[in-house]
């Protein structure tokens, strides 16, 4: 799992550390100690602890004007027993949608497991960006069937379409222009 680092194609156009108005601002990296785990296995020092146990994250990029964020997970999504969807929401999420985003992209696949508790989190983060949308890209299946099962999926939209998008060949505005099509297709027929 050290092997797998954040992508980092994009890190000419955008570094949450650099960034005054990201949750990482001023955050510091070391290319060479490793001390985060997930399942006892060190992972790559770039990704981004926010108080989860067993996930870890990486803001790729932000634009405030076009108000969307993308980004990209490793790890065990544990709501049942790290409430990790409570420390997203409040440390991340809250702090990103007062700058002005209202679409996030998640990028899932390295999420290992999907364990859920309740959906209320989920349910105000919908709540809190209005007109905007949250959709989860290349989530493993598994991982996708227990969201749904536990009836998140009416808060994230998790589609094959999205994973067939190959998201690395496009620029972050691009990429959210494609998306944004989309969702304005879906929700304006």
Do not use: C
């Not at 996930?55 to 969307?68: I, S």
């Not at 996030?104 to 949308?133: C, K, M, P, R, T």
């Amino acid at each position: 799992m050290q092997e797998i680092e954040p992508f980092y194609n994009w890190r000419d156009l955008y570094v949450a550390a650099e960034d005054p108005a990201s949750p990482f601002y001023g955050r510091e990296y070391s290319e060479f100690e490793y001390s985060s785990t997930v399942y006892n296995f060190y992972i790559h020092p770039q990704w981004d602890d926010f108080g989860s146990e067993t996930m870890y994250m990486k803001v790729l990029f932000a634009d405030y004007d076009q108000g969307f964020a993308i980004i990209e997970f490793i790890g065990e999504w544990n709501d049942a027993i790290g409430n990790d969807i409570m420390f997203l929401k409040r440390d991340i999420i809250d702090l990103m949608i007062e700058e002005g985003v209202r679409n996030f992209i998640l990028i899932g696949e390295n999420v290992l497991n999907f364990h859920a508790s309740e959906e209320d989190y989920y349910e105000e983060w919908f709540d809190d960006i209005e007109d905007g949308w949250i959709v989860g890209m290349n989530f493993r299946d598994h991982v996708i069937r227990e969201f749904n099962d536990y009836g998140i999926d009416q808060f994230i939209l998790f589609s094959g379409r999205f994973d067939s998008i190959p998201w690395r060949r496009y620029q972050p505005p691009q990429l959210f222009a494609l998306i944004d099509k989309h969702m304005r297709l879906r929700l304006n027929p």
